[in-house]
């Protein structure tokens, strides 16, 4: 009878033992779902931000082109409107709020590049020389454009 009660209690003890690992096992995959399933919501969220900076900048520089068209097609005598809608709109990029770092230099550059073709305007309105404006704002446009090839997306969540 002893050796019955010493197998039941240590068929007992490995069961008790059994079950412990079994829930510790389930406890360490829970954990590494829930892990898991935070890394894809931060990817998403950071894709959704980095979208929504991409689409921002590139609606403030589709608005600018317009604006400027239409600047470059008014007399000298009639920029000051156009011109100070032009200024308007590098004020806006500047002050846009950007989620991803990449993108704030995106912006920055592109802030400085309206407002360097804002002095330029505003040179030939004075009848001065446009040049180093223009060649400044051209060097800043290649740097805004730049900056926007090489701020990748983030993955997207597998």
Not at 46 to 58: C, K, N, V
Not at 66 to 78: D, G, L, M, N, V
Not at 94 to 107: D, G, I, Q, S, T
Request: charged residues 25%; neutral net charge.
């Amino acid at each position: 009878m002893l050796v019955v009660v010493a197998c039941a209690i240590v068929g007992l003890g490995w069961s008790v033992a059994k079950v412990k690992q079994v829930h510790d096992e389930n406890r360490q995959r829970a954990a590494a779902a829930r892990a898991a399933a935070e890394k894809r919501q931060a990817q998403e969220q950071a894709r959704r931000a980095y979208q929504h900076d991409h689409q921002e900048l590139e609606s403030m520089a589709a608005r600018w082109d317009t604006q400027e068209k239409i600047a470059a097609a008014t007399s000298r005598i009639a920029l000051s409107g156009p011109v100070r809608e032009l200024a308007g709109l590098a004020e806006e990029t500047k002050a846009l709020p950007m989620a991803m770092p990449c993108m704030e230099k995106a912006r920055d550059l592109l802030a400085m590049t309206m407002s360097t073709r804002v002095d330029a305007f505003l040179a030939f309105m004075r009848q001065d020389s446009t040049g180093d404006a223009e060649s400044m704002a051209d060097a800043l446009a290649e740097g805004y454009a730049k900056a926007m090839q090489r701020c990748e997306p983030p993955p997207a969540g597998a």
